[in-house]
């Protein structure tokens, strides 16, 4: 897919300060991750369909089986209910599987294993049995892949008890988070993001954790609260960039990781700002736009000056092209259109 | 095998009580296959199971306290009030996973039998099925990455005919479930189900191998239920098998079968017959007893153990 390489190359994100520290990729700190995890820790193994191939899973396992040797690091039948099994029995008795997927699509097919086995068994044998496993799996935006390459899943997983999503938007994240979901004793999905692989970001060099369950602060501002993950947090920012030419501060937090979910600090903006526009890769109905919906309204009610905003896909499947993607996606402007209509809104909320 | 039986009759007379609010899955009939498949396990092996979860796990060495009071939801059950029959759980004596989807806990143990490999532990896993399993999708998963690993498991398939109340027949051609077995490239042998001793000849072959590095092997039992899928008593009446053909195979009942043998070998006789009977009926009485006095779990206990520390 050239179009979609050329895509991702001529993406521009701010440029790091060199000054700051080390500058490298997005996928190039998702495989740092990786060795760190497999030199640090014997029971970490790496398994998933083309994790030795020269595409490497975008990059991010790159040279790993090659240092770590093909019984750590290793291609899978396609079998992905049967391997997400195996991952699970795996993580149950000592080990610490990193099952990865280069589309969230795939997992569906690991349902069975991932939401009825995976996330039950230490609940269901009260306690005793840790699931340490970790799926990873990259969703992209603009490679017409269609309706089934391009689902954005984690909505669907918010309601299954005993799993953990995180969804890193920086290269510093992107290792922090992984290594912790590698030493977490939970099944923890990490969802990446394709547009992301090539951002460049300051990643110190060997082992540091950024901790699951903690949203940060991106961008102080009083007038409205942007809040989002992974690639959202990008069109979040350019969005709050136009919206300062306007005057109008936005806040934008990060939530890094979507279950369980860093409420307080979702509250804590909204308590300042009294205005909230939820931002999602994915969609806007009964996933993590609904939920922080509901959150704001349940807890965060006598606070808000506006209705909630939601920009995230419409109900509708992912279209192949280029031509009616442009209609489908989240991008700044309409992040700043929904920021812009709450903060000029006339008239007060009527909380009756 | 005799024990096995006893538990399983004092479940069924009692479970009209209502003080068992758990869905039951009878193994009388399949004792046999249950304990030929565990005499040859040691403690640190692993068995995996459906929801037919009783025989596997009195014979892998479970705990009959424990597990009356799962199966009474008390907090001191084997799983803390959290699975009930269908999830006898005990990691304190290799029953170390259950599921109640057909198929599910296959290729879990099969990552169980991975773990041991990659880890150099010298611990077999075996993953106990039915007939149905074979027709899940997961389980021909299971069975190819198994033999491509050379993975130490053993596939112990319990064919007793029925998923449910649905015939083999009707769901799957004529063919023998270990030829289709053999084509994942794997050995697989069948033997008869009702002979506990061919059961743990064939399970100490299939063991033999796994932990000398030989890899998986598939094992098909034909057995028999003689009660119904699921809850007390016999459900033959409702048509949807013969009751000849269940007095055909209560004919070779494995329990009266071994019994036959033994005594053939003056290995056991009338009296020693009594006293297990009497050993085994205190046993019951004592553990009903324990479990019916047993505290319940708590609201707290409830959002204990959604995530590990």
């Given amino acids: 897919m050239p179009w979609d390489e050329g895509l991702v190359n001529s993406l521009v994100y701010d440029k790091p300060d060199p000054a700051e520290g080390r500058v490298v990729s997005y996928a190039h700190a998702i495989n740092e991750a990786l060795a760190l995890a497999l030199e640090h820790d014997p029971g970490v193994f790496v398994l998933g369909q083309g994790v030795d191939d020269p595409l490497a899973m975008f990059g991010t396992t790159r040279g790993l089986h090659t240092r770590f040797g093909a019984d750590r690091v290793f291609d899978t039948p396609l079998s992905e209910e049967a391997m997400m099994g195996v991952s699970t029995g795996a993580a149950m008795n000592g080990m610490r599987p990193v099952f990865m997927h280069n589309r969230p699509d795939f997992i569906l097919l690991a349902f069975n294993q991932l939401v009825t086995h995976a996330a039950k068994f230490h609940f269901m044998d009260n306690g005793r049995t840790n699931v340490p496993v970790v799926i990873w799996a990259a969703i992209g935006r603009g490679w017409g892949s269609g309706a089934q390459h391009s689902q954005a899943i984690h909505g669907m997983l918010l309601g299954v008890p005993g799993l953990k999503i995180v969804m890193p938007s920086t290269p510093y994240d992107a290792k922090g988070l992984l290594l912790s979901a590698i030493l977490d004793n939970n099944p923890v999905c990490v969802f990446e993001h394709r547009w992301l692989m090539k951002k460049d970001g300051v990643v110190p060099e060997g082992f540091y954790r950024v901790p699951i369950g903690k949203g940060i602060y991106r961008r102080r501002g009083n007038d409205v609260t942007i809040v989002g993950a992974s690639h959202a947090i990008e069109l979040g920012f350019q969005a709050a960039a136009q919206l300062a030419l306007e005057g109008i501060e936005a806040e934008v937090i990060d939530l890094r990781t979507v279950k369980p979910l860093d409420e307080a600090i979702v509250l804590e903006s909204l308590h300042k700002t009294g205005r909230l526009v939820v931002v999602d890769t994915a969609w806007m109905k009964g996933g993590l736009c609904a939920e922080i919906g509901c959150l704001a309204a349940e807890r965060g009610y006598s606070d808000l000056k506006a209705p909630i905003a939601r920009v995230g896909l419409p109900d509708v499947p992912t279209p192949a092209g280029y031509t009616l993607e442009q209609f489908y996606y989240p991008d700044a402007a309409r992040i700043a259109a929904a920021a812009r209509g709450l903060v000029r809104r006339t008239g007060p909320v009527r909380h009756t | ?309």
């Avoid at chain 2, 399983?8 to 009388?28: A, F, G, S, W």
């Avoid at chain 2, 009939?29 to 396990?41: F, K, R």
């Avoid at chain 2, 532990?121 to 998963?141: H, I, N, P, Y």
Wanted: aromatic share 8%.
């Fill in chain 2, 1 to 309: 095998m005799l024990r096995i039986r006893r538990i399983e009759e004092e479940i069924e007379r009692r479970y009209h009580q209502d003080q068992m609010k758990t869905p039951i899955h009878l193994v009388i009939g399949q004792e046999g296959t249950s304990v030929g498949a565990c005499s040859v396990l040691r403690t640190t092996d692993l068995v995996y199971t459906s929801h037919r979860t009783h025989g596997a796990y009195l014979a892998k060495g479970g705990d009959l306290k424990a597990m009356l009071c799962e199966m009474h939801c008390r907090i001191n059950g084997c799983a803390g009030s959290r699975g009930g029959s269908m999830h006898l759980i005990d990691q304190s004596v290799g029953m170390a996973g259950t599921s109640a989807i057909v198929g599910g806990a296959v290729p879990i143990a099969t990552g169980a039998a991975l773990a041991a490999k990659m880890k150099g532990e010298d611990r077999v896993v075996v993953a106990f099925l039915g007939d149905a399993t074979t027709e899940e999708g997961v389980m021909a998963e299971s069975l190819n990455f198994a033999a491509l690993k050379r993975i130490p498991i053993v596939y112990f398939c319990e064919n007793n005919f029925y998923s449910v109340q649905s015939p083999l027949a009707t769901r799957q051609p004529p063919r023998d479930i270990r030829r289709w077995a053999e084509g994942f490239g794997l050995p697989a042998v069948a033997v008869d189900g009702v002979n506990v001793l061919a059961v743990r000849h064939a399970m100490a072959d299939a063991v033999d191998r796994a932990r000398s590095g030989g890899g998986p092997t598939f094992i098909e039992t034909p057995v028999y239920r003689f009660r119904a899928h699921g809850g007390a008593g016999d459900d033959s009446k409702s048509g949807y098998r013969d009751e000849a053909e269940r007095m055909a195979w209560e004919a070779v009942d494995p329990l009266h079968l071994f019994a036959e043998f033994l005594t053939r070998d003056s290995l056991l006789d009338v009296s020693l017959t009594q006293s297990m009977e009497r050993d085994i009926a205190a046993e019951i009485a004592e553990a009903f007893e324990y479990a019916l006095t047993s505290p319940n779990p708590v609201e707290d206990d409830l959002y204990r153990h959604v995530y590990a520390d």
